[in-house]
């Protein structure tokens, strides 16, 4: 009888262990809904700012893939590795930058990520930003330095993107913005 019990409560525990596998943890459920006091609340009640999600990436990677701005001030405020990469090599700042998230840069920037850090293919966050036609968080990122003349592995720079797609008005913002920085 004694072993029967323990082999229910066994059996009971691996069942509500693969139940709980199957959700979202709560820090992941706060980032979804895109809220800095939910992640702050999901923190605060024990969830890991840096534990993986079921697709093996970190809450800040996936806020800053799916453009949750508010979820990534949060979990940056927080703690969040910022150094963290995806599968691909792709770090933080190059998602921000992809996805026009321009203040999220900058926090990052100011907490210690190089603006010219390279990802998959040697593409950094200017080249992303420049080729998902985000101009605004380009022209910030030429502004907090970034290099509009650093190549990725094929060759091609920022400024290589902006010639080729003929806007003018893009390549003389980006060159004031380089010009007003080295004043």
Aim: some cysteine; charged content about 25%; hydrophobic content about 40%.
């Amino acid at each position: 009888m004694f072993h029967n019990h323990w082999r229910r409560v066994a059996a009971l525990s691996v069942a509500a262990l693969a139940l709980n596998g199957c959700g979202k943890q709560p820090v992941e459920e706060a980032v979804a809904k895109n809220d800095r006091a939910a992640v702050r609340t999901a923190l605060a009640e024990g969830g890991d700012v840096n534990a993986e999600t079921a697709d093996g990436e970190t809450p800040l990677l996936l806020a800053v893939k799916t453009a949750q701005s508010s979820s990534a001030q949060g979990l940056i405020e927080n703690g969040a590795d910022i150094k963290v990469r995806d599968g691909d090599g792709n770090g933080v700042l190059q998602h921000a930058a992809a996805n026009g998230m321009t203040g999220i840069c900058g926090l990052l920037i100011d907490r210690g990520v190089a603006v010219d850090e390279k990802g998959k293919g040697g593409a950094t966050a200017l080249l992303l930003a420049v080729a998902n036609g985000r101009q605004e968080t380009a022209k910030y990122l030429v502004r907090r330095g970034a290099d509009l003349q650093l190549k990725d592995d094929a060759g091609v720079s920022p400024m290589d993107l902006v010639t080729r797609s003929g806007d003018q008005r893009f390549q003389g913002d980006l060159e004031l913005a380089a010009k007003l920085r080295e004043n």
